[in-house]
């Protein structure tokens, strides 16, 4: 079965770049899409096919797949980033994966 | 704006049968698919199972083909999943979760989720 490895946690200063990386086999073949999970909420969708934003999400959050690696890249990361980030791709045998989620904390 | 309300969720014993509803508003509901992700208690994300618009495509995680069924009644606007032979390992906050693509087949990309309805399976 297909799966997408994430960093376990990230940590970022405000104002700076946060970059989280997710790995899967020629991963850069599928699209990719990111979910933000604050705690005790359901998941948001931040970006899809690997680098569109849907409407309301800012512009700080932006996305790119290439080879085998997808990565979010938070620029001027804000104390409400702060959440679990989860990758996700469609494999055409296993359906939706998700990443294994990377805890972004805001120091 | 988009609503999706999930119910049916409870304690179970293993082996035993429950079924999970979706109600959906805001949305032409028969023009999109519609998925079911579940998320063990703090554990990550996974997708369950899938259903394309006029439920000719579905797809199911190895993880519960041949256990758990997944449907939809496009004039109730309504998803439902019918969990059989139930474990341990599927409790779980069951997610409802609306596909971002306007083919009606799965993309993968969810772009609304409902709250959730809790599973226990437990004897």
């Known amino acids: 079965s297909y799966e997408l490895t994430q960093p376990p946690s990230v940590s970022v200063s405000p104002g700076q770049t946060a970059s989280i990386t997710c790995s899967g086999d020629?991963?850069?073949?599928?699209?990719a899409c990111w979910y933000q999970q604050k705690t005790g909420q359901s998941p948001v969708l931040v970006i899809y096919?690997?680098?569109k934003r849907p409407s309301g999400i800012p512009e700080r959050f932006s996305g790119s797949n290439s080879g085998n690696t997808a990565t979010l890249t938070i620029s001027g990361t804000q104390a409400m980033d702060e959440a679990d980030y989860y990758c996700?791709?469609?494999?055409?045998?296993?359906?939706?994966?998700f990443g294994t989620g990377t805890k972004v904390t805001v120091l | 704006e988009v609503q999706l309300v999930e119910s049916g969720g409870g304690l179970v014993q293993p082996g035993r049968s429950l079924r999970l509803s979706c109600a959906a508003s805001?949305?032409?509901?028969?023009?999109?698919?519609m998925h079911w992700v579940r998320q063990a208690p703090g554990k990550g994300l996974e997708w369950v199972s899938g259903?394309?618009?006029?439920?000719?495509?579905?797809g199911s995680a190895d993880s519960v083909k041949g256990r758990f069924t997944i449907s939809r009644d496009n004039a109730r606007k309504s998803l439902y999943l019918q969990m059989n032979s139930l474990r341990v390992e599927d409790t779980a906050l069951y997610y409802c979760?609306?596909?971002?693509?306007?083919?009606?087949?799965?993309?993968?990309?969810?772009?609304?989720w409902g709250q959730g309805t809790q599973v226990t399976v437990s004897s």
């Open positions: 805001g949305v032409t509901f028969d023009d999109y698919a």
């Open positions: 979760a609306k596909d971002k693509s306007e083919s009606g087949y799965m993309s993968g990309w969810f772009d609304y």
């Open positions: 096919q690997d680098n």
């Open positions: 020629k991963l850069g073949n599928k699209y």
């Open positions: 996700q791709a469609w494999d055409s045998s296993s359906g939706a994966v």
């Open positions: 259903i394309s618009w006029n439920s000719g495509k579905v």
